[in-house]
């Protein structure tokens, strides 16, 4: 069930019905609970298994750590939880890449090896409640937090609907309080919920699918060399529409979870505007990079053990979570660069102080365009389909493309890039130090009227072509 869909809104009214009818808080709970396994279920019924299997193995598994006589036993229960899940997420997500690889490594030793057919469907969004549902048996285990006291909010906590298939990753300390005890949004928070679901559906329906994405898919869709400029465009195209179709469900989910008098943590802070890549990893995905940076980094040791350490850490992070996003050694490289940017940043600072000289505005800028171009670069690995069609485009955008380079981009594909880019841009730089919220807060009603006025209007006339969020495939 896409939420730029006719069916969510009409499944969102009746859920906003029930959650505020005069019932039980329990029996409100119980709703919230089937209907967020009916969200799963509209895109593939028997995957809601999977939900039940981690739910039901981490709760037991989380009282079985916090009632453990001995530090082996405790650690014998993580293990079988993160067996689970991780299983799970390697069988459904890992295994064709996993064995595409061996038949390749046992192909360099002349032993012909045949991958059987694999015709496993990847569940939507397994990758972001598997992280989601670890963090609650880490947490127990690292004691962090107690064990959840009741099995319904746990249920809850695991298949809440607004967030359960792309984010933000919650933490249990986050959102199981918020089940204990009946939560309801005021008039104030309603209207800020439906604002963040206008502006959301806005940014997926009207900025990444209808103004962005034909200029992407002209340029990386196609197997022929693309001319600099077009290879320039379609990667900042990509840039935008990835940004924007995110971000988009990131800020309809929160809306949506606040019309029901949930929180759910911010997940980007304006990236675009990022000095840096420590930077940008603050203010992108942020729910997935404090999630790397809480429970792998710094158990791998953090910067605690040498700078030497400090550098393998970033790498085995970075690395590990370009993986996360998909079974492609593309995504690897991806994530392989941002740790070797995050690790040439560290290694700047330490030996030349490069952010303490930075005391002018065009300094600043200078710092935040370079991030935004080895940004680019990055995404073209994260958007091609495989590591030929990367070379060929990063060459092409080095001024490397061949003379017969093809041009498919029509003079209206790039009006659009060009202006949708440099007001996307733009915007992060003049937001980059304050909040949405804040902004909101200091607009003239009437502007904010108008502005959401024209966001609804745009998405209802353009409707999109019902293209699911780019972030459901991991």
């Known amino acids: 069930m896409l939420f730029n869909s006719l069916t969510f ?30 969200f799963y279920a509209a895109w593939n019924p028997p995957f809601v298994i999977l939900l039940w299997i981690s739910t039901f193995v981490d709760w037991n598994t989380a009282k079985w750590i916090q009632t453990a006589t001995s530090q082996h036993k405790r650690r014998l229960f993580l293990l079988l939880s993160m067996a689970t899940n991780l299983g799970i ?19 360099s030793f002349g032993i012909e090896y045949h991958v059987p057919e694999w015709s496993i469907i990847l569940p939507v969004g397994i990758s972001f409640y598997t992280f989601q549902t670890m963090a609650y048996s880490l947490d127990v285990y690292l004691k962090r937090a107690a064990p959840a006291k009741s099995f319904l909010d746990f249920s809850l906590f695991v ?82 529409q990835i940004f924007s179709d995110f971000a988009g469900y990131s800020t309809t989910a929160i809306g949506v979870a606040l019309c029901l008098g949930f929180s759910l943590p911010t997940n980007f802070r304006f990236p675009y505007a990022a000095i840096g890549f420590s930077d940008f990893w603050r203010r992108w995905h942020i729910s997935l990079s404090t999630w790397l940076r809480d429970y792998l980094y710094i158990p791998l040791g953090g ?134 919220e804040a902004v909101y807060q200091k607009s003239p009603t009437w502007l904010v009227t108008l502005a959401l006025a024209v966001m609804a209007f745009t998405v209802i006339i353009t409707q999109g072509s019902g293209n699911a969020f780019i972030y459901f495939q991991f």
């Open 89 to 107: 997420l390697g069988y459904f997500k890992y295994g064709e890449f996993l064995l595409e690889n061996w038949q390749t490594l046992m192909l």
């Open 9 to 38: 809104i009409v499944f969102f009214i009746i859920v906003l019905t029930l959650h505020y009818s005069p019932l039980s808080w329990r029996t409100k709970k119980i709703n919230l609970l089937l209907a967020s396994y009916l």
């Open 159 to 240: 298949s809440f609907f607004p967030q359960l298939v792309a984010g933000p990753i919650v933490r249990p300390t986050h959102l199981i309080p918020q089940f204990e005890t009946p939560h309801y949004a005021n008039a104030k928070q309603f209207g800020w919920g439906i604002n963040l679901i206008i502006l959301g559906l806005f940014q997926k329906v009207v900025i990444a699918d209808t103004l962005l994405a034909p200029s992407v898919e002209a340029v990386y869709n196609s197997h022929d060399p693309m001319s600099f400029w077009d290879a320039w465009l379609g990667t900042l195209a990509f840039s935008g």
């Open 303 to 436: 910067n605690q053990k040498g700078s030497r350490r400090t550098y393998i850490n970033l790498m085995l992070t970075m690395l590990l979570g370009g993986l996360w996003h998909g079974a492609s050694w593309n995504f690897v490289i991806w994530g392989g660069l941002h740790g070797l940017f995050l690790a040439v940043e560290r290694l700047l600072r330490k030996r030349v102080g490069y952010a303490e000289n930075m005391s002018s505005l065009w300094s600043k800028l200078g710092l935040g365009l370079l991030t935004y171009f080895l940004v680019n670069i990055t995404w073209v690995f994260f958007r091609a389909d495989d590591f030929a069609g990367s070379i060929n485009l990063i060459s092409s955008m080095f001024g490397f493309a061949p003379d017969d380079a093809k041009t498919p981009l029509p003079t209206l594909y790039i009006i659009e890039v060009v202006m949708v880019i440099s007001a996307l841009v733009s915007a992060h730089w003049l937001m980059r130090n304050t909040t949405l």
